[in-house]
């Protein structure tokens, strides 16, 4: 019998399951190996290989005679996605809505891993009120190339940023129950032939910029699922690939959930088997010829596969249901509340970075401003479905016009003007709408209503068509023709600014160089409007910080710059090892567009008196750094404060500097607070390639606290004995 506690008892328990949890916890997962045990012994083997394969586009067959239920997987990461039917077309169902939450990279800019959580919590909330018990969610590869399709769905180019938001999102929906089936492990950072491309990366690369997020959303979050990339490392497809599955993930990691492929992304039956692989998962039937259907089991019958090897997964899909379906500590779940939109309205507002405000037009002076008008396609555009991955279809989302009208709609005269078409569908390959040229008649319309408004504010940027799974883009253009657009309505109003939306870095130099005004957004869920409106009326003062690197060229991206993407002959070698996103470019001293972690506020910070709680350490010791933030300025606001490290004489090649804590605070006008952050000694250290161990070097190491990666405003120097 599993132990349970009612709800009602479970504060004034505290105590007693402090007291009683180790062993009430060993007592009850004891008692659900016997079970498991017990459940493999009355399987068949046909029943138990119907465990291991999909049987429906994001189902597995269960064993109804034992009253073991499928698994229920489901898309991830934007929220639920809506049903669909075989052919990925819709179910056209009126109960499959559900909230759209912004996009990966929105609450990467967020900086607030308990905003993760919360995105987690709720997501996890809808997914048992859809009956889903895994969501596939969350996406957190790399962002090495700025191009990369999928940048939108995944969190950041730095380890640390990726890592601190994995284990708190997957923490957030299994509090529900839920497993997270945490993806796409490893090394999936381009789309362009996902499928096919062979991955070189050095180990020390893989170990200290790829895995991490993984790692810790295993050790530290405890996910229960994973899903295999599409790709191939070192010669072997993610889905069969020994040294990932089995050696790091299930040997060192100590991975007690199920391995699941991407859809289709298995390739072999003995193999992958063998190799670490527990689910095939796909979209395309008879699912009774999937490698792990079958094959498998004539694989087993023929002595290639052993029982073993089929009962250890069997295991490990029964202990997921014993912490999800079959947990008796289940919620019912919740859908669409108002809780959810609050959540998805926190991240929003918080995501929102302040790129440029050189006249202080932000906030709006609301008072005085009789008339805007609103121009560009994005101002009207919907985000929660699009392009070639996975969608939600939102109960509502609030576009950035409506989210204006709604707050100043009673006191300011809005116009609207698309300005330019947005409209643009495209699979597989690259796309390069960049090169549609602006249409003339409605850059000219739109430019003709910015002279008769107070001021205009633009739209632009990308949408959930352009960027997309299963295709990168070509360049870092901007879409659409929204240059000509710019420069048009700039030029016709002076007062103009101009809010880029978009899920990956673009190439805004121009407008960096030509505009006053410039606030980035993201594909921000269904208060997208909301949030908008309230950070550019000074409601909310703006606090987002960049999760990436905006390069001022393409070609000084690592990748790029080393000719390095997307490979040759489906061969891909990671040549810029460690110095991925800012890592590179500080080391390398190029001055990028807008710097890793970059965001201004409607206030001022000034840091002071940066110090640490001893001056040398011991390997197992904590470095506590603090550092006092002042607000200095009219508006309360949050600042986050990052800490980088920085190792001068080295062993090996260092990174200029390394981001290793940072701590989102709010700060009122005029106050000033002590910021305190925590870095491990053990995570100064290299991945020591010989060795294969983690190695902490003796020395100096220089801290260095600021409000972006090159705006550093106090060092300190500790030594590591
Ligand atoms: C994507 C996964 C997704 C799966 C199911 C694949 O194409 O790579 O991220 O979870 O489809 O929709």
């Not at 839920?178 to 990366?201: D, F, L, P, T």
């Not at 991490?212 to 699922?225: L, V």
């Not at 670490?276 to 498998?296: H, K, T």
């Not at 379906?325 to 507002?349: C, F």
Request: charged residues 20%.
């Amino acid at each position: 019998m599993k132990l349970k506690f009612p709800h009602y008892f479970l504060c004034g328990a505290f105590i007693f399951t402090a007291f009683n949890s180790g062993h009430a916890q060993t007592k009850s997962s004891q008692q659900t190996e016997t079970k498991i045990a017990s459940i493999i012994k009355k399987l068949t083997l046909e029943e138990k290989i119907a465990l291991l394969h999909a049987d429906g586009i994001f189902s597995t067959a269960g064993v109804p005679r034992l009253g073991i239920p499928g698994l229920m997987t489901d898309d991830g990461p934007l929220g639920v996605r809506e049903d669909v039917l075989p052919g990925w077309g819709s179910a056209n169902l009126t109960t499959d809505s559900a909230t759209f939450f912004p996009n990966g990279s929105a609450l990467a800019a967020t900086w607030n891993p308990a905003l993760a959580y919360r995105f987690g919590h709720d997501m996890g909330e809808e997914a048992n009120a859809r009956k889903k018990s895994i969501m596939l969610a969350p996406a957190f590869n790399i962002a090495r190339t700025p191009l990369c399709g999928r940048t939108y769905e995944y969190y950041s180019e730095d380890p640390f940023l990726n890592a601190r938001l994995a284990v708190q999102s997957v923490k957030g929906i299994q509090s529900q129950h839920v497993a997270a089936c945490v993806k796409h492990y490893a090394v999936n950072n381009q789309e362009i032939e996902r499928g096919r491309v062979n991955v070189s990366v050095d180990e020390r690369a893989l170990r200290e910029i790829y895995l991490p997020a993984f790692k810790a959303s295993i050790t530290e979050g405890n996910a229960w699922t994973i899903m295999s990339a599409y790709n191939k490392l070192r010669g072997a497809y993610c889905s069969e690939n020994d040294y990932l599955l089995n050696k790091v993930l299930k040997g060192e990691w100590k991975f007690k959930g199920i391995v699941i492929s991407d859809w289709g992304g298995t390739h072999s039956t003995v193999n992958a088997a063998n190799n670490g692989l527990d689910v095939e998962m796909g979209s395309r039937p008879p699912y009774s010829s999937y490698y792990f259907a079958n094959p498998l089991l004539d694989s087993v019958k023929g002595g290639k596969v052993s029982m073993k090897v089929i009962d250890e997964k069997v295991k490990r899909i029964l202990w997921v249901m014993y912490q999800t379906t079959l947990s008796s500590n289940q919620p019912a779940g919740k859908i669409n509340t108002t809780e959810h939109s609050k959540t998805v309205y926190d991240i929003a507002s918080e995501s929102i970075v302040l790129l440029k405000n050189d006249k202080h037009l932000l906030p709006l002076n609301t008072s005085a401003i009789k008339s805007i008008a609103v121009i560009g396609d994005n101002a009207t555009h919907t985000f929660h479905l699009g392009g070639f991955g996975a969608g939600v279809k939102a109960r509502y989302e609030v576009t950035a016009l409506a989210g204006l009208q709604n707050r100043l709609g009673k006191t300011v005269d809005i116009k609207f003007s698309q300005g330019y078409s947005g409209l643009y569908r495209q699979r597989g390959g690259s796309v390069n709408p960049a090169t549609k040229p602006a249409d003339s008649a409605m850059v000219a319309k739109a430019a003709a209503l910015a002279k008769t408004t107070d001021m205009a504010i633009l739209f632009i940027g990308g949408n959930r068509d352009y960027e997309s799974e299963g295709s990168d883009r070509k360049d870092l253009s901007l879409p659409f023709g929204e240059q000509t657009l710019v420069d048009a309505v700039t030029t016709a109003n002076p007062n103009t600014i101009v809010v880029v939306v978009g899920g990956a870095p673009y190439d805004i130099s121009q407008i960096k160089k030509n505009n006053h005004t410039i606030v980035w957004s993201w594909y921000n869920g269904s208060e997208n409007g909301n949030a908008l409106a309230d950070v550019l009326t000074g409601k909310v003062n703006p606090s987002g910080k960049l999760p990436f690197t905006f390069p001022a060229d393409l070609k000084d991206s690592p990748a790029h710059a080393l000719n390095a993407y997307p490979g040759e002959k489906l061969e891909v070698d990671y040549k810029e090892g460690i110095l991925v996103g800012y890592r590179w470019f500080d080391t390398k001293k190029i001055e990028p567009l807008y710097c890793f972690g970059y965001g201004l506020s409607y206030t001022d910070y000034k840091y002071a008196g940066l110090h640490t709680n001893k001056t040398s350490y011991k390997p197992a010791d904590y470095i506590v750094a603090t550092v006092k933030v002042k607000n200095t300025g009219k508006y309360a606001g949050k600042e986050t404060v990052q800490l980088y490290i920085s190792k001068a004489n080295s062993a090996v090649e260092r990174a200029e500097k390394e981001l290793k804590a940072f701590k989102k605070v709010t700060v009122a006008a005029g106050e000033t607070v002590d910021v305190s952050l925590n870095i491990p000694v053990k995570d100064l250290a290299y991945y020591d390639v010989k060795t294969s161990k983690w190695i902490v070097e003796p020395g100096k190491y220089k801290l260095l606290a600021g409000t972006s990666s090159r705006d550093i405003k106090q060092t300190s120097v500790i030594t590591v004995n």
